[in-house]
């Protein structure tokens, strides 16, 4: 199993550009999530994604948009990407009522 | 908000001694507890987690305690070895669906 798979695994862009970090899991998951982290700052929610079909905004959207393509994928879309988003983006997934969350191995994201 | 903290930003321990990594949480609503493994470049890992009606959880080499009293969370982590070198994260569920992540702490482990 692959578990959570997310591309690209690095990226720079200049500001004003826009950018698609994608994720896929293949554990049949009903919950997806996007985090970013930032030094000292632990992980915050951007957006998630409880079931197929339905999105809700986290602690930080401002600046982001998500798609639940289908149950397996759950993109992230930077429309004019800010220094103030390069971070480091983390892309999980669990099951409905569970807590243990899968992580993908992340996206390093920096604007420039 | 409810936030998770953590008190100890880095932790220094030598190969084969125990390691204690703390942590606060401040939702007593809370009714679960998560802690995550993050080594260098990759996403976090589960460890080990503890629901509310427990004070305490045993894994492999590690073992949580939790203190509701003083919502104190803990990891040891028995005999610890370099592949131990990580940053560890808490995480509370403020009794919703989510996880909210403290801001972790780096174990390093020395010879």
């Known amino acids: 199993n692959a578990g959570v798979t997310q591309t690209p695994k690095f990226q720079v862009l200049k500001t004003g550009q826009s950018m698609t970090l994608q994720c896929a899991q293949d554990?049949?998951?009903?919950?997806m999530y996007w985090y970013r982290q930032d030094p000292g700052m632990g992980l915050r929610l951007i957006y998630y994604s409880a079931s197929e079909g339905t999105t809700d905004k986290g602690e930080v959207p401002n600046g982001y948009n998500v798609s639940r393509l289908n149950k397996r994928e759950f993109s992230l879309r930077l429309e004019s990407a800010a220094p103030s988003q390069t971070s480091v983006y983390f892309c999980?997934?669990?099951?409905?009522?569970?807590?243990?969350?899968?992580f993908g191995s992340g996206t390093r994201l920096t604007v420039v | 908000g409810e936030s998770v903290g953590l008190h100890l930003p880095t932790l220094s321990v030598q190969e084969g001694d125990n390691s204690i990594i703390n942590c606060a949480y401040s939702n007593s609503a809370s009714d679960y507890f998560i802690w995550y493994k993050q080594e260098s470049g990759k996403g976090p890992q589960f460890i080990i987690d503890?629901?509310?009606?427990?004070d305490k959880r045993q894994g492999q080499r590690v073992t949580v305690l939790l203190n509701k009293t003083v919502k104190h969370l803990s990891l040891q982590i028995a005999a610890t070895q370099p592949g131990d070198s990580a940053v560890y994260f808490c995480a509370e569920n403020g009794n919703t669906d989510k996880l909210i992540f403290g801001t972790g702490t780096r174990l390093q482990v020395f010879p």
């Open positions: 554990m049949n998951h009903n919950s």
């Open positions: 503890i629901r509310s009606n427990m």
């Open positions: 999980a997934s669990k099951w409905t009522g569970d807590y243990g969350y899968t």
